[in-house]
């Protein structure tokens, strides 16, 4: 029986699964374990079940000899350093595919209410602002039809792409890593984010991405937010350069109330809720629990974190 440290419950019956097995030390509250409490949990613990909102450093490993495994609640592991966990031989553990379809469904849902002001509306009939039917009212721009450039090549902005063309008609441009987003972004309507935060995608949208995209379209974010130059965006947004943008992501997350990109206007921003699904967060807790099983009797995990793969 194996010490495990898990920073949040999860949804589902994955941990009781753990339980039975396990030694299971589950941190009670909403928020995230403060680094202090973190640290001096993981350094009695043989295995550590976290979440995208625990940093995992260096300095953390370092304190933690009898670690022989970390499972990340996530697709992607940029709270973890994966390179420090391999020096240690630790085992880094994901949970990709489970989320791409729900993740992608709410890449839709915010390139179809940015571009269709549904926020404007809800507020403006709780406001007692709808008067009448009004031809020339709240009027939006047309998704169906529209041209999306999807930047980042992975299993996430293959959904949407694909949801893109069969389901909305839309002309898909999709961007790799390695490619000049310039081309694509100058022809679309809607630019889609799909990129693993890593060294060389933050900060990718900044004045000059932004810059390259007609004042037109409108930016989706659901894959990390500091892959936006969130000063740059509110510049480009005050500024009318982009037409609007909706993003699940931000830097820092939770963005404070008082945070000046939330001044700028035709900007939607929800809390992270991608992969926010009964089924899907369901399904990630089972991952990332075969994920720690299997790290705790020294089997290769089923899904573990190689170089940054794409989301
Ligand atoms: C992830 O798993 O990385 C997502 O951002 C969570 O929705």
């Not at 000899?65 to 020096?87: F, I, Q």
């Not at 721009?141 to 839309?170: K, Y």
Request: proline share 9%; net charge negative; with cysteine.
């Amino acid at each position: 029986m194996a010490r495990c440290f898990v920073t949040r419950e999860l949804p589902g019956g994955a941990l009781a699964r753990l339980a039975a097995e396990h030694e299971v030390d589950v941190w009670p509250r909403r928020t995230p374990p403060p680094p202090d409490v973190l640290r001096e949990r993981v350094a009695e613990a043989e295995g550590l079940l976290c979440l995208l909102t625990d940093r995992v450093d260096r300095g953390l490993l370092d304190g933690a000899p009898r670690l022989r495994v970390v499972s990340n609640l996530a697709v992607g592991a940029d709270n973890v350093d994966v390179a420090a966990a391999a020096e240690r031989g630790i085992p880094v553990g994901y949970t990709p595919e489970v989320l791409t379809e729900t993740t992608a469904d709410l890449a839709f849902a915010l390139m179809l209410a940015v571009a269709r002001r549904l926020p404007e509306g809800e507020r403006a009939v709780r406001a007692g602002e709808w008067l009448t039917w009004e031809p020339g009212w709240l009027l939006g721009r047309d998704v169906h039809g529209a041209t999306l450039a999807v930047i980042g090549a992975g299993r996430i902005g293959g959904a949407v792409a694909r949801r893109a063309e069969a389901g909305f008609g839309m002309t898909v441009l999709r961007v790799g890593r390695g490619d000049d987003p310039r081309p694509a972004l100058a022809r679309a309507d809607f630019v889609s984010l799909h990129v693993p935060l890593s060294p060389q995608t933050r900060g990718l949208v900044d004045d000059a991405f932004l810059a390259a995209m007609p004042p037109t379209a409108y930016l989706v974010n659901t894959a990390r937010g500091a892959i936006v130059d969130q000063d740059a965006l509110a510049r480009a947004l005050r500024e009318g350069r982009i037409a609007g943008a909706a993003l699940d992501v931000t830097d820092p997350e939770p963005l404070p109330p008082d945070h000046p990109l939330l001044a700028a206007p035709n900007l939607i921003v929800l809390p992270h809720l991608g992969s926010a699904t009964h089924a899907t967060r369901e399904r990630m807790a089972d991952l990332a629990v075969d994920n720690l099983l299997a790290g705790l009797v020294d089997k290769p995990l089923p899904h573990a974190f190689g170089s940054i793969p794409s989301p």
